[in-house]
C-alpha cells in the first residue's frame, strides 16, 4: 500500500518535471516571436520615444489639449513615462492648415485617425475648459498598410513571388510526382544511385546553381524574370517532391491499383482513377512544401532578380540597408512570415511521415 | 520500360539546370573578365586574408552550431516521443520557427538584440536590468558574435532537427524498447544499444542536412552585422558578386561559390564515409 503511494507520487513527480520543461521551452520558442508581431503593430511613437518599449501594443493612443496665451499644445500619454508628454508642433492656432497638418502627424506617429471636425470640437472645449483629454482607436494594421505603400515594390514584388511560387509548384510537382510514382512503385536498375544523386542534387548550394543560371537565363530572355527564377528553384524542389510524392504512393497499397485493373482499367487508368484521388492530400501538401521553399528563398533570389525583386528580397533590402522603421520592417516581416506558417502548419502530419521515410 | 520513362524527366531536367550551369560555372570561374584562360580568380581568393578568415569562422560555427542542435534535439525528440498529453500541440508549436523566413528571423533579432530592442525593454520592465546597464548585444568581440549567431540558430533549427529524429523514433515502434525492457536493460542501456543504433539512419540525414545548411549560414550574420563584421563563406560570394559590383570582383564571386560547392559535397560525402552509410547504398545497388 505504502510503496504504490509512492510510485504514483514518484510518477506525478516525474510528470510534473516533464511539464516544467516543456513550458520552458514552449516560453524560449514564442517569446521572440511574440516581439516580432508586437513590434509589428506599434505606432511610431511608441518604438522611439518609448524607453523601456512597451512589450504589449497599445491599442488606443491618449492625448490632451491645452491652451496658454501662445496658443495650443498636443500632449500625447507616454506610458514609459507615465505622463502626458509634448507632441508634435510646440504650438498651433484653429486654422484650417494647422489642423489639418496636425490630423495628418497624429496618423503618422500614432498610427490614430481623427478627423478635422473632430479636433476642432476638442479645441471648442478646451476653450471653454481649458483643457480636454481624449483617446483614439489605433488603426493596429496601419504599418502593415503603410509597408507595402513606402517600401519601393513591395506589392508588385508580392506579385511575382506567387507567380515564382506557381511555376514551381506546376514544374516540380509534375516532374517530382512522376519520378515519386516511379520510386514507390518500381525496382529499377541504378535506383540507389538516382536516389543518391536526387539527395545530393537538392543538397548543392542554390548559390552556385544561381550564378551560373544568370547567363543562361539572359540567352534564354529569363534574367530578372519569375519563370527563370522558378527553373532555378525547380531543381531543388524536385527532389524535395520526389521524396514526398515517393512517401505518399508507397502509403497506397497497390492491391487497390491491381484490384482496378482486373476490373478491366488500364495501370493509366487505376492510377487516374484510383491512386490519384487518394494520394490527392499528399500531393496538394508537396505542393505547399514548394510554395515554402520558393516563398523564403533569399540568396537565389538576391543573384537572379534586378527590377523584379521577390517579397523576400525586398524585405531583405530594406532590413540591410535601414530604409524603413524597424516596426515596418518587424509588419513586413510578418507579412512575409504568415503564408509560410500557415502552409507549414497545415502540413505537419506530412513533413513528419516525409522524414520518416527518407534514409540516407 | 514504364520506370524509366517516368524517371526521365528528372534526369533530363537534372541535366538541363543543374549539370550544365555546374559544369558552366566551373568552366567560367577559370576564366577572367577578357575571357582569357587562368586561374587568377582562385589566386585572389587564396591571397585574400579575408577567405581564410571566412573558412575558420564558417568552420567554427558549423562544428559549435551542429553539435549543439543535435545534442538538443535529440534529448526533445525523445522527450516527445513518449506521448505526453499535449503532445501534437507541442509539436505545432515547434513547427513554427521551422517554418519562419529567413528573413523574418533577421527582423526579429535585430529588433531585439539593437540597444533599444525588445530583449532590453522586457529585461528593463521586469527589472533585471536599469538604463544605464542597457545590454549591448551587438557591440560583442568576435566570440560573442559568434556564440550569438550559433544561438539564434539553434533556436531557428532545432525544432526541424528535433521533426526528423521524431520522425525516426516513431518509426522504430514501442515493442522493440519494450523486448529490451523485458530482458533487464537499464533506460540507458536501452538508448544506447537498442534506440541509437536503430536510428541511426535518421540520424545520418539530420546531421548531414544540417551540416550542408550550416555551412550555408549568411542571412542572419549579415542582417545583424552587415557585410565583413564576421566575414563567412556565403556571406563573402554575396559580397563579391551582388554587392562590389563590377565584373572583376563577380568572376571572385563565382569561383567562390564554385568552392563552397566544393565544400559543402565534400562534408557531406565526408559524414557519409565515416558514418558508414554510402557504401551500404552502394552496395544495394549492386
Known sequence: MNNAIKRQLKRSAKR????????????????????????????????????????IPSFKANFMIDKN??????????????????????????????????????????????????????LKIVDSKSRVEFSIKKDLLANYILFFQVVNGAPKAVLNSLMVAGATILISLTIGGMGGYAFARYFFKGKNILKLSVLFVRMFPAVSLAIPMVIILAKMGLY??????SLVYSVGQISMSIWITASVFMAIPVSLEEAAMIFGTTRAGAFLHVTLPLALPGLAASAMYSFIGSWNEVIAAVVLTQFNPTFPVV???????SQGQINLITAGSVAQALPAIIFTLIIRKYIIQMWGGVKV | MVPYLLIAPVVIYYSIFWLFPVLNA????????????????????????????????????????????????????????????????????????????AVAVG?????????????????????FIDDASKILFLAGGKMSTMLLIIIIDAWTVIPFVMIILLAGLQGIGEDVREAGAIFGGTKFQILR??????????????????????????????????????????????????????????????????LVAIIV????????????????????DE
Not at chain 2, 59 to 80: C, D, Q
Not at chain 2, 265 to 272: D, E, G, W
Open chain 1, 16 to 55: 510534473s518535471s516533464l511539464y516544467i520543461v516543456l513550458a520552458g521551452i514552449a516560453f524560449i520558442i514564442i517569446f521572440p516571436i511574440f516581439f516580432l508581431f508586437s513590434f509589428s503593430f506599434m505606432s511610431d511613437y511608441e518604438t522611439y520615444s518609448e524607453w523601456p518599449k512597451p512589450l
Open chain 1, 69 to 122: 496665451s501662445e496658443g495650443y499644445h498636443l500632449l500625447i500619454f507616454n506610458k514609459s513615462e507615465d505622463k502626458y508628454m509634448p507632441f508634435g508642433p510646440l504650438v498651433f492656432t484653429n486654422s484650417q492648415e494647422d489642423i489639418d497638418n496636425l490630423r495628418k502627424f497624429i496618423k503618422l506617429q500614432s498610427n490614430s485617425k481623427i478627423t478635422s471636425q473632430k479636433i476642432m470640437e476638442y
Open chain 1, 224 to 229: 530578372d524574370q519569375p519563370l527563370g527564377l
Open chain 1, 315 to 321: 524585405v531583405y533590402k530594406a532590413l540591410v540597408g
Open chain 2, 26 to 101: 566551373i568552366i567560367e570561374s577559370f576564366r577572367n573578365v577578357d575571357g582569357i584562360w587562368t586561374v587568377s580568380n582562385y589566386i585572389h581568393i587564396f591571397k585574400d586574408p579575408v577567405f581564410y578568415q571566412a573558412l575558420s569562422n564558417t568552420a567554427f560555427i558549423v562544428i559549435f552550431s551542429v553539435t549543439i542542435e543535435f545534442i538538443l534535439a535529440f534529448g526533445l525528440a525523445l522527450l516527445i516521443n513518449t506521448k505526453f498529453r499535449g503532445s501534437s500541440m507541442f509539436l505545432f508549436l515547434a513547427m513554427i520557427p521551422m517554418s519562419l523566413p
Open chain 2, 107 to 127: 527582423a526579429m533579432w535585430s529588433s531585439g538584440l539593437a540597444t533599444r530592442g525588445w530583449l532590453n525593454s522586457f529585461l528593463m520592465t521586469f527589472g
Open chain 2, 193 to 258: 544499444k537498442i534506440t541509437i543504433p536503430m536510428l541511426k539512419p535518421t540520424i545520418t540525414t539530420a546531421m548531414i542536412l544540417r551540416i550542408i545548411s550550416a555551412i550555408q549560414i549568411w542571412l542572419i550574420i549579415v542582417l545583424l552585422y552587415g557585410f565583413n563584421r564576421l566575414p563567412v563563406l556565403l556571406e563573402q560570394v554575396v559580397l563579391n558578386y551582388d554587392q562590389l559590383g563590377a565584373e572583376y570582383f563577380e568572376r571572385i564571386g563565382l569561383a567562390l561559390s564554385v
Open chain 2, 265 to 284: 559535397s565534400a562534408a557531406a560525402v565526408l559524414y557519409l564515409k565515416v558514418s558508414g552509410s554510402f557504401e551500404k547504398e552502394v552496395k544495394q
